[in-house]
């Protein structure tokens, strides 16, 4: 699985690339809000230090408008991918763009249905949010799975980027499921390494080597 992250932190991001933990990056109108940043400005630092896809949304409703707004910010950088919504309008520009030889990430998916025509527009990278459903009481990772079953049944080539990704198990099940990527927050995948059963071996390994009185330096 694809570890993409969900943020606009470039700080974060530069951090977790360094470790190998970077294929991509997300971003949204949110996270760009929180980061304080021109979208363009920022958008091109975070493609001058990630290699694999840059998501970058328009903001726009109409398909022509979305289309204009893709093809400026795909100018920023070859490994962009344009971010469009899932709908009707958000299609078309899918279609248009993916045609034109760009990558192209379908957003705000919650449905299977939504995911197949996504796949059908030519999407590259379907996201269907699992924390978005969660927060209604309904089964995000089901979904994941749902798609998983319809993208093999008819070999789509869409990949599924499982998306508002909030916990460590969304990870361990989205990789279990199959989904080719998960983008998370920096927190979400610096706490993939965390285990109590760690710190507490780890302290009584370094109680144990004080008593030896040793030095490895
Ligand atoms: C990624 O593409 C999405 O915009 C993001 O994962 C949404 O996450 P949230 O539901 O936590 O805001």
């Known amino acids: 699985m694809k570890f993409f992250v969900d943020t606009a932190d470039v700080a974060a991001i530069a951090e977790l690339n360094a470790l190998g933990m970077v294929d991509g990056v997300t971003t949204n109108p949110s996270l760009i809000l929180k980061s304080g940043r021109d979208i363009l400005e920022v958008t091109k630092e975070i493609c001058s230090i990630v290699a694999g896809p840059v998501s970058a949304e328009v903001v726009s409703l109409k398909a022509d408008e979305m289309i204009a707004e893709g093809r400026k910010l795909a100018d920023i950088a070859p490994n962009i991918t344009v971010k469009v919504p899932l709908t009707w309008d958000g299609l078309k520009a899918c279609k248009v763009l993916s045609d034109a030889g760009h990558m192209v990430n379908v957003t705000l998916c ?108």
């Open 110 to 217: 919650f449905s299977a249905n939504q995911a197949l025509i996504a796949a059908k527009a030519g999407a590259t990278f379907i996201s269907p949010f699992i924390g978005r459903l969660d927060d209604i009481n309904m089964d995000g990772l089901d979904l994941i799975a749902d798609i998983r079953t319809i993208y093999d049944n008819y070999n789509f080539k869409t990949q599924i980027l499982a998306a508002s990704i909030r916990t460590v198990n969304h990870v361990t099940e989205c990789a279990r499921i199959g989904a080719d990527v998960m983008t998370a927050p920096p927190e979400v995948i610096r706490k993939l390494a965390s285990h109590p059963l760690t710190d507490a071996g780890l302290a009584q390994f370094l109680k144990d080597w004080e008593k030896t009185g040793q030095k490895i330096l």
